[in-house]
């Protein structure tokens, strides 16, 4: 167990709707960061937060955004979803600022949409 | 950017024996390289890292080296075991104002017992 929380475990919904994803990052980590997990794709990263702040972007999509509250748990907004969107979705937490501290992942949600 | 890629994709070996995954990258100012394990239907976990300032590192039946001439780093495993069967993901970084990693496709090891 990595310490890393997410909510849902998984996620059917239809074309067009909008999902919210849930994560809690490890006790003390001020970092958040969220990927996507495709079978063509592979691990991308989507974007990280530093407490509270954006503080790097992948290749996220415009319909997608997220944001880390004051409690530094962390919400991705996924919304028009296509058909493309179905993937596993990972956020990881670390204790530093830059991507070279260690990153702990989250069991992932498993997004499907119909 | 930075472009990681990992070979060969499947990798199946007898329990018992050593397995090693290569990965290469283009970035020459990466200086971080984790190393993760996937089991189905959980999340990646880190197993083993190293920096740009150390050649080796070891943890128990894993180790892993950094060729930063050669801009390749493995992961060794030893005395493989029928648990070791998983995804291995390689990964890749810098420090700059925009770092982030960036993974290999991933290598399916499968552990024969």
């Known amino acids: 167990d990595s310490g890393v929380t997410q909510t849902p475990k998984h996620l059917i919904t239809a074309t067009g709707q909008r999902v919210t994803l849930r994560c809690s990052p490890r006790?003390?980590?001020?970092?958040v960061y969220w990927y996507q997990q495709s079978l063509d794709q592979g691990l991308q990263f989507l974007i990280q937060y530093y407490n509270g702040e954006e503080r790097a972007k992948g290749n996220i999509l415009e319909r997608f955004s997220a944001q880390q509250f004051p409690d530094l748990h962390s919400e991705l907004n996924l919304s028009s979803l296509e058909l493309g969107d179905s993937a596993l979705y990972f956020c990881?937490?670390?204790?530093?600022?830059?991507?070279?501290?260690?990153?702990?992942f989250g069991p992932g949600t498993r997004l499907t949409v119909t | 950017g930075e472009n990681v890629e990992q070979h060969p994709s499947t990798l199946s070996v007898q329990e018992g024996d050593s397995a090693v995954i290569k990965c290469t990258y283009s970035?020459?100012?990466?200086?971080?390289f984790p190393w993760y394990k996937q089991e189905l239907g959980k999340g990646p976990q880190l197993i083993i890292d190293i920096r740009s300032n150390v050649g080796e590192k070891k943890d128990q039946r894993i180790a892993v080296t950094l060729n930063k001439t050669a801009k390749h780093f493995s992961l060794h495993i030893t005395e493989t075991q029928p648990e070791d069967s998983a995804v291995y993901f390689c990964?890749?970084?810098?420090?700059?104002?925009?770092?982030?990693?960036?993974f290999g496709k991933g290598i399916t090891l499968s552990v024969r017992p």
């Open positions: 990964a890749a970084t810098d420090t700059g104002a925009n770092s982030k990693l960036t």
């Open positions: 006790s003390g980590d001020l970092s």
């Open positions: 970035d020459s100012a990466s200086n971080y």
């Open positions: 990881a937490s670390s204790v530093g600022y830059n991507s070279d501290y260690e990153q702990y």
